[in-house]
């Protein structure tokens, strides 16, 4: 074998390997593992269960301080069939990956501080910056490259001095691409640290002493933002020795300081409570992860796909959608820039197009 075609080999297999870790679900369901059979459920159906009620009966706790997924469908793992995908599979997009476009993020931050009301501003992947009346709270911040064999393909541009003073940091869950310790690290250690239960340790490591951990539908509040963590279809993984689980995650529902509300939806497959947040909260702005989602037969238990992701948005009843998780990493088939093609596509389809916040890596959507 030339040596060329060895090492990439070598590296694809390490992608395969650190998808396993951030993309899979924490097991293939038969669909995965044969994806020519017939198309099975990736969700369990709440069949007229409350999402609080499942909350209160701590379904989602498990033994030994493992977490579980009331929401998902039990599955096992099964590596080889990821790693066969991501070696021999075929993959539908293959004559767009060489047009993926490598976007160096420049944010237009002057802008971003003289604005007194709500903003919005995509950074890169799923990390996104709200400020409202001169408060400001990070999500999932991850500014460099996940994995050394992952092109990350939105490369800041900017000096990361001049994001404004946070109030807060949320980390929706665990896998690398939303917990990035070298990236927390540059932030200033007092910074109060909002995620699920179960990841003392990652900000023990890097000196985060303030932080505060919330189960599903618990709510933090302070003077200016009210915070709660939400269900949500997905699992996490940091350690494959320690295995899949050893922490929560979830969604989070932001209330920010002059009263608009923002539903974050993490990583998350499709469940059926979206209506149920819908129904309980008046949601300006939703912010959903679209990215990841193909193929079908191995993504659809961990992410939504756009038409997916148009029906949650239609659930929820939010008044305006934005999508993120895009545009700098390829962890699925999709090139980086397909996400937000595809979804304006389902949006007009349902005759929501004006609904949609088209958002570039970089931009800043101001309320």
């Known amino acids: 074998m030339h040596r060329r075609v060895f090492l990439q080999k070598m590296i694809t297999g390490l992608q395969a390997m650190a998808l396993y870790h951030m993309v899979a ?72 990956l060489d047009a993926q476009p490598v976007t160096p993020v420049q944010v237009d931050w002057n802008q971003v501080y003289d604005h007194g009301g709500l903003s919005v501003t995509f950074i890169k992947h799923a990390s996104v910056l709200i400020k409202d009346r001169g408060r400001a709270l990070i999500i999932d911040p991850v500014f460099d490259d996940i994995f050394w064999f992952i092109e990350d393909f939105s490369p800041l541009a900017f000096d990361r001095s001049r994001i404004p003073p946070l109030d807060h940091i949320l980390l929706t869950h665990g896998h690398f691409d939303h917990m990035d310790t070298a990236t927390l690290a540059g932030f200033d250690p007092a910074t109060h640290v909002i995620s699920p239960l179960g990841y003392d340790d990652v900000f023990q490591s890097i000196g985060m002493q303030r932080r505060t951990q919330l189960d599903w539908f618990d709510v933090f509040s302070d003077d200016r933002w009210e915070i ?74 961990s992410h939504m796909n756009p038409a997916e992701t148009v029906a949650a948005f239609k659930q929820l009843n939010a008044k305006q959608l934005m999508v993120v998780h895009w545009g700098s990493f390829r962890l699925g088939d999709e090139p980086v820039h397909f996400p937000p093609l595809d979804l304006a596509k389902a949006m007009e389809a349902h005759g929501l197009r004006d609904r949609h916040v088209n958002l570039k890596l970089g931009e800043t959507f101001y309320l």
């Open 228 to 301: 709660t963590l939400l269900p949500c279809n997905h699992w996490t993984m940091r350690n494959p020795i320690a295995g899949p689980n050893r922490a929560l995650w979830g969604s989070y529902l932001i209330k920010t300081p002059g009263g608009r509300t923002i539903y974050v939806s993490g990583d998350t497959a499709w469940f059926d409570g979206f209506h149920e947040i819908g129904r309980e909260y008046a949601i300006d702005l939703a912010i959903i992860n679209l990215g990841a989602y193909e193929p079908r037969w191995f993504m659809a238990p």
């Open 25 to 96: 679900p924490t097991a293939a369901a038969r669909a995965a593992i044969d994806p020519s059979g017939p198309p099975q459920p990736h969700y369990q159906p709440l069949n007229g269960t409350s999402l609080r009620a499942l909350a209160a009966a701590k379904a989602h706790h498990g033994q030994d301080g493992l977490f579980l997924n009331p929401l998902g469908v039990p599955r096992r793992r099964k590596f080889g069939q990821l790693l066969r995908w991501r070696l021999f599979g075929e993959n539908r997009f293959k004559a767009h």
